[in-house]
């Protein structure tokens, strides 16, 4: 079975940085755009950021460009995603996922709680 | 960024009668390769998102065929023929035809 497994979360407080990580199993990490989606409490779906295979290309959502940085280590079937100067807006369960705009399986992690708060 | 727009926001059926909700988008979501980037997403309570339609009529492996999508341009519907209870959940759209990619509001499916 094709798994997503997101750790990394936690509290912090403002201002502060997290690192979160995304582990990849059974599908061949390397063939696909891979994409980090969060949701703030009882709020919706937000694509944060997207990463081309070979992490050429990468995507940001405008209030996390130069805070967030998107990654991935392909002989580590491994996406991260790096949180720097983090405001209390950033709280979310982070989804990591294969990027869901691509006509292919979608797979989705259960995802990682960030809490942004003093 | 274009903004996805759904209703209702909340449907309460009745098991065995069926659903429908609709998404507009600000821009066309159609693109010069072909293809309509307009994904329908479920969400059951406590669970991840689950795609179960992308490309607006495509139905991902092991959607039950009660669940389809139409539409073109700005305009884009989900149905579900009967539904069952472990429909329940909240249903968002999700356009990726510009970035940002976007998702609508949601809308939560309740049985009466």
């Known amino acids: 079975e094709v798994q997503l497994v997101e750790s990394g979360g936690g509290l912090v407080q403002p201002g502060g940085s997290l690192t979160l990580s995304c582990a990849a199993s059974?599908?061949?990490?390397?063939?696909?755009?891979m994409t980090w989606v969060r949701q703030a409490p009882g709020r919706g779906l937000e694509y944060v950021a997207n990463?081309?295979?070979?992490?050429?290309?990468?995507q940001y959502l405008d209030s996390v460009k130069g805070r967030f940085t998107i990654s991935r280590d392909n002989a580590k079937n491994s996406l991260y995603l790096q949180m720097n100067s983090l405001r209390a807006e950033d709280t979310a369960v982070y989804y990591c996922?294969?990027?869901?705009?691509?006509?292919?399986?979608?797979?989705w992690g259960q995802g990682t709680t960030v809490t942004v708060s003093s | 960024d274009v903004v996805m727009t759904q209703s209702p926001l909340s449907l309460p059926v009745t098991l065995g009668q069926p659903a429908s909700i609709s998404c507009r988008s600000s821009?066309?979501?159609?693109?010069?390769?072909?293809?309509?980037?307009l994904h329908w997403f479920q969400q059951r309570p406590g669970q991840s998102p689950r795609r179960l339609i992308y490309?607006?009529?495509y139905r991902d492996s092991g959607v039950p065929d009660r669940f389809s999508g139409s539409g073109s341009g700005t305009d884009f519907t989900l149905k579900i023929s009967r539904v069952e209870a472990e429909d329940v959940g909240v249903y968002y759209c999700?356009?990726?035809?510009?970035?940002?990619?976007?998702f609508g509001q949601g809308t939560k499916v309740e049985i009466k």
């Open positions: 996922a294969k990027d869901p705009n691509h006509f292919d399986e979608n797979v």
């Open positions: 059974t599908f061949t990490f390397s063939t696909y755009w």
């Open positions: 990463i081309k295979q070979d992490g050429s290309e990468k």
């Open positions: 821009q066309s979501l159609e693109n010069s390769d072909g293809n309509t980037y």
């Open positions: 490309g607006v009529s």
């Open positions: 999700m356009q990726g035809r510009h970035w940002p990619n976007t």
